[in-house]
């Protein structure tokens, strides 16, 4: 991969990753806590309502969750592929070596 063709490869790593940020955490959060409060004995039911992406008004709870998973399948993908490229070029040797 040309070193231009990397520079875009990373530039749409970092996009995703900015796109998927709030809905990940959001996820993760949520589904934390509900998991706390379920344990403890509490009924918190609007926690699990924001975990499946209803949010206010906007009801996404049939999407929201193969946007999470596409989401971050994208983020693993672009990773390893940067990860892989990474490790494929030789290092240059110092005057040391």
Request: no cysteine; proline share 3%; aromatic share 8%.
């Amino acid at each position: 991969m040309t070193s231009s063709k990397s520079f875009q490869f990373r530039k749409f790593h970092r996009a995703i990753a900015l796109i998927m940020l709030l809905p990940l955490l959001l996820t993760a959060i949520t589904g934390s806590i509900y998991q706390i409060t379920d344990l403890s004995g509490n009924d918190v039911k609007w926690i699990l309502e924001l975990h499946k992406g209803n949010i206010g008004s906007l009801k996404l709870e049939t999407i929201y969750p193969f946007l999470n998973a596409l989401g971050l399948l994208a983020l693993l993908a672009t990773g390893t592929s940067m990860l892989l490229q990474t490790r494929r070029t030789p290092r240059r040797r110092t005057e040391e070596d």
